[in-house]
């Protein structure tokens, strides 16, 4: 079975890839259609890559930028907490991970470190709103901005409503906490305190746990600061590590 949506039909451009995730059930909210449009993932690859294709894409340091429909899945998920005013964490460590599909029957390999989740935060967030990435590669950190630089999202960098931080991503960022939204891409044996600390009563945090066998969960904490956790679905992340030990990945 083909392992992408769509491949040799696929259109070139931003909006029809979007379009193809609309009919094939994977975007329901119009908000996220709307930000996919708005944020070209073409400004997020690099230079000769087809980047409308669904298909994770290499973008150096070990690191690649996701496939589409992981992009939109995952927006999907926090919706309703990337609202005007509020605020998102963005952890893109630019590490390795496998997402199982239980409809194409077979896992996917991505990697994380471009910027792009984070310019559709900010632009769901809005200028009222903060967004923030973090990223313990230097290079990844200043190539992110230059990407966002690029795309509708660059006012909110000069404005200050967003911003990418270099830093140990499980410590998160606590200096604009709490968070509406979370935002992790690499597995950790068991959810981080201090992401749970930043996360705001109402907020919620998608992060996948785990380290043989994995789950992506979904992590809500009500007003009063209870926290409910469900699993979404299996997954296969290479763990959270250190800067050295991502670079030297094979």
């Known amino acids: ?128 709103g903060r967004a923030v990435g973090v990223e313990h590669i230097p290079e990844l950190v200043t190539s992110s901005i230059e990407n966002i630089k690029k795309s509708a999202a660059a006012p909110q960098l000069t404005d200050g409503s967003l911003s990418i931080h270099i830093t140990d991503g499980r410590e998160g960022w606590p200096e604009l906490a709490p968070y509406d939204a979370i935002h992790v891409g690499a597995a950790a044996p068991q959810i981080p305190q201090a992401l749970i600390e930043q996360l705001k009563p109402g907020g919620r945090m998608v992060i996948p746990v785990g380290t043989m066998f994995q789950e992506l969960k979904v992590v809500d904490k009500n007003q009063d600061g209870k926290v409910s956790i469900r699993d979404e679905t299996a997954v296969r992340y290479v763990p959270l590590t250190s800067k050295d030990a991502q670079l030297q990945a094979n």
């Not at 070209?40 to 290499?58: C, E, I, N, Q």
């Not at 995952?74 to 239980?102: F, N």
């Open 1 to 128: 079975m083909e392992h992408r949506l769509w491949s040799s039909g696929a259109s070139d451009k931003n909006k029809a890839m979007v379009e193809q995730l609309q009919r094939y059930g994977i975007i329901k909210s119009s908000k996220v259609a709307q930000v996919m449009e708005t944020i070209d993932r073409g400004l997020f690859v690099p230079p000769g890559a087809s980047p409308y294709f669904d298909s994770p894409m290499p973008i150096g340091y070990n690191a690649t930028i996701s496939a589409p429909h992981m992009h939109a899945s995952c927006l999907e998920l926090l919706e309703k907490h990337l609202q005007p005013g509020m605020r998102a964490l963005d952890v893109g460590s630019g590490l390795p991970y496998l997402i199982y599909s239980v409809s194409l029957n077979h896992f996917n390999l991505f990697r994380e470190g471009t910027g792009y989740l984070t310019a559709c935060f900010a632009i769901m967030v809005g200028p009222e």
